[in-house]
Nanobody
Framework: QVQLDESGGGLVQAGGSLRLSCGASGRTFSNYAMGWFRQAPGKDREFVATINWSGGSTTYADSVKGRFTISRDNAKNTVYLQMNRLKPEDTAVYYC?????????????????WGQGTQVTVSS
């Protein structure tokens, strides 16, 4: 079992930046690929970014490529999402997820554990 706890969300103006953190407890963090998803009101939960177990491979949704960066610190059992040049359409609840597979996963179904989410609101 893995417990995930997101933090770092908040209200920011368009063009600003936020860094989300997701702390993991339970089993060995470095055994898991990690991902970030988001869900806006009335929409499905969508893939944002994923990172493999070592941090050596990352994949991004086209909508965030070049603006967001996913990273991890296995010594701190934490994965991060640095979000720059934020847009109002980035407004959503952001979820951290862990996959038993060590390899990056872009599908929701590829993840085994989910956090409770953190709200990000970007004002225009």
């Amino acid at each position: 079992q893995v417990q995930l706890d997101e933090s770092g969300g908040g209200l920011v103006q368009a063009g600003g930046s936020l860094r989300l953190s997701c702390g993991a407890s339970g089993r060995t963090f470095s055994n898991y690929a990690m991902g970030w998803f988001r869900q806006a009101p009335g929409k499905d939960r969508e893939f944002v970014a994923t990172i493999n177990w070592s941090g050596g491979s990352t994949t991004y949704a086209d909508s965030v490529k070049g603006r967001f960066t996913i990273s991890r610190d296995n010594a701190k059992n934490t994965v991060y999402l640095q979000m720059n040049r934020l847009k109002p359409e980035d407004t959503a609840v952001y979820y951290c997820a862990a996959a038993v597979s060590r390899f990056s996963q872009v599908r929701r179904g590829g993840y085994d554990y989910w956090g409770q989410g953190t709200q990000v609101t970007v004002s225009s």
